[in-house]
């Protein structure tokens, strides 16, 4: 194929609307609608692996609609009625189907770059961890869009009718769908007997992906090397459909799509924990003294050594030798559901918890005195309101001598319940003795670490109930 017949390919078919429509749509989608994606560490242009999956998980639309638009550049000859002059043409079938699939995989994969590049220029301005573990990652999706469209077209081919198109679209859309809700999730329960749902191997033979949570997560190299595998033979089988001439090859076509499946399942991992993985680099700690925070988020130390530092200070004088020595961003994942786990000896935080987001200066000193305190309980990937909340503001305001509400955004009406429920236990506590004060926090620390007991009712009644 040249660049003259790649020219006309570009000027007489649809690839060229299917690259704009890829890019405006996917652009519509992550600026237009408000979401996740603009939130927190995980946000689309945070960070470069958030970025690569952000604009993966738009794909559970993008990729129908890319074998869609390769089905209707499929017909292109049936509905110009010049297959059979085609055919009696001298040029093997084989140039033709790779200047139609060429032109279309060029725009395509030149649309999902131009997707990428949106993200990559604001990612630049904000972060200074960089790194190339995203690339695979865009890669697979470019991959994606490419191969969906060529089985899109030899399907338009093997099967010349106006509803072809539209039938696989559909049809590509509950399968990504499917692969996200049901058939690629499998059923589980957390040791607290919450229920949940984690990828399996089959779901990952949709290109789309699911949400992001952590900006330390990142995709293993089997997931890569799996996927890959199934879409070149997914393309493979798309070509082959696209030259076939009798139904006999055009069943032998679908023997590479077939057994590429099998492949992949084979590579693909089975363990959901080994499906998404820790970055290691990414989660490799920066200190500042005692104070410490992933590399992904180092723009951020300079502003939290100083409150840390002092919340460490302020922990010291009241708790004395119980009281933690470092403070430290998170970088456990741990399965939706699951019980965090927290350390005696270090304030463990998250910079997308609320209390965290909302504090600067003397509000993040409360901030971090109130989870080295009560780091909280609430199963992981889920969100409270209640209990551990109100314990963390009477124990920061023990530790500081004043009650003031945690920063939050929660609405009026609850910042009046908190205050509700916290006062009279704060008066309460801080009308012991010194030594019952003591007996209680350090009671309610046990039941917050542990997460086994109510440490606000330890506050309230004290150790014994």
């Known amino acids: 194929m040249n660049v003259r017949v790649l020219h006309i390919e570009l000027k007489r078919s649809v690839a060229p609307w299917a690259g704009a429509v890829v890019l405006t749509t996917a652009l519509a989608f992550l600026y237009l609608i408000s979401g ?3 939130t927190g560490t995980t946000a689309w242009t945070a960070q470069w692996t958030t970025m690569a999956l952000w604009t993966r998980s738009v794909l559970f639309y993008l990729w129908p609609l890319a074998v869609g638009l390769g089905a209707l550049q499929g017909l292109r ?36 770059a131009l997707l990428v590049l949106v993200g990559a220029v604001q990612v630049v301005a904000n972060t200074e961890y960089t790194h190339l573990g995203w690339l695979p990652i865009s890669l697979v999706g470019a991959l994606s869009l490419v ?47 919450l229920p949940s749902t984690e990828p399996n191997r089959i779901s990952l033979l949709s290109p789309a992906l699911s949400d992001v949570r952590d900006a330390f997560v990142t995709l293993s190299a089997s997931v890569h090397v799996g996927q890959t595998i199934w879409l070149l033979a997914m393309a493979a089988t798309g070509f082959a459909l696209l030259v076939a001439a ?20 084979l590579v693909l991992p089975s363990d959901p924990r080994r499906i998404y993985v820790v970055d290691e680099a990414a989660a490799k700690l920066v200190c500042d003294g005692p104070v410490c925070v992933t590399k992904t988020q180092q723009a951020r130390l300079a502003d939290l050594a100083g409150p840390g530092k002092e919340a460490l200070r302020l922990l010291r004088g009241a708790l004395g030798s119980q009281a933690p020595v470092s403070v430290r961003e998170n970088a456990t994942m741990l399965p939706d559901g699951a019980t965090p786990r927290w350390s005696r000896t270090t304030v463990l935080f998250d910079f997308d918890d609320d209390i965290i987001a909302a504090a600067k ?36 305001g023990w530790v500081l001598g004043d009650l003031k509400p945690l920063p939050t955004a929660l609405s009026a009406g609850l910042r009046r319940e908190a205050e509700a429920e ?44």
């Not at 989870?371 to 199963?379: E, I, R, S």
């Not at 008066?427 to 109510?454: F, H, V, W, Y």
């Open 36 to 38: 996740s994606w603009w």
């Open 77 to 112: 000859d049936r509905r110009s009625k010049m297959a059979e002059l085609l055919t009696s043409t001298p040029r093997p079938a084989r140039h033709r189907a790779a200047a139609l699939a060429g032109a279309t995989a060029i725009t395509l994969a030149a649309a999902f």
């Open 147 to 193: 191969a969906g469209a060529v089985l899109g077209m030899g399907a338009g081919r093997a099967l010349p009718s106006v509803l072809t198109p539209p039938a696989l679209a559909m049809g590509a859309f509950v399968f990504t769908a499917l692969m996200q809700m049901s058939l690629g999730r499998t059923e589980t329960s957390s040791a607290t007997g």
């Open 246 to 265: 009798t139904p006999r090859t055009r069943l032998i076509a679908l023997v590479p799509l077939l057994a590429g499946a099998v492949i992949a399942l």
């Open 361 to 396: 200066g003397d509000e993040l000193t409360r901030v971090l005195i109130a989870k080295g305190m009560v780091p909280g309980c609430a199963p992981a990937g889920w969100s409270s309101f209640g209990v551990d909340e109100f314990a963390q503001a009477v124990a920061a």
């Open 422 to 465: 916290t006062r009279p236990v704060w008066k309460q506590l801080t009308a012991l003795p010194r030594a019952e004060q003591l007996s209680r926090i350090n009671a309610m620390r046990a039941a917050a670490i542990s997460c086994k007991g109510d440490p606000f009712d330890v506050l309230k009644r004290g150790a014994s109930r």
